[in-house]
Nanobody
Framework: QVQLVESGGGLVQAGGSLRLSCAASGRTSISNAMGWFRQAPGKEREFVAAVSWSGGTTLYADSVKGRFTISRDNAKNTVYLQMNSLKPEDTAVYYC?????????????????WGQGTQVTVSS
């Protein structure tokens, strides 16, 4: 079993930045890909970004490409999402996912483990 705890969400003005963290526990290491998803009110959960175990492969949704950066520190079992140039449409609950798979170097299949979510609100 793996437990994921997200942190770093909050309220920020448009154009600002936030850094989300997701700490994994319950297993000594997460040897597969990890990702971030988000869900806005009234909308379905959508993919945001993913990173391979080595960190050598990263994927991004078109809507965040060039503004968000995903990274991981395997020694700390933690994945990060640096969010810059935030827009009101980035407002959502952000969820961390673990034990996923990157395939075809452009798709991410989520794993079974999800965090509880952290709220990000961007004001205009």
């Amino acid at each position: 079993q793996v437990q994921l705890v997200e942190s770093g969400g909050g309220l920020v003005q448009a154009g600002g930045s936030l850094r989300l963290s997701c700490a994994a526990s319950g297993r000594t290491s997460i040897s597969n890909a990890m990702g971030w998803f988000r869900q806005a009110p009234g909308k379905e959960r959508e993919f945001v970004a993913a990173v391979s175990w080595s960190g050598g492969t990263t994927l991004y949704a078109d809507s965040v490409k060039g503004r968000f950066t995903i990274s991981r520190d395997n020694a700390k079992n933690t994945v990060y999402l640096q969010m810059n140039s935030l827009k009101p449409e980035d407002t959502a609950v952000y969820y961390c996912n673990a034990d996923g798979r990157i395939y075809n170097n452009r798709n991410y299949r989520p794993g079974d483990y999800w965090g509880q979510g952290t709220q990000v609100t961007v004001s205009s």
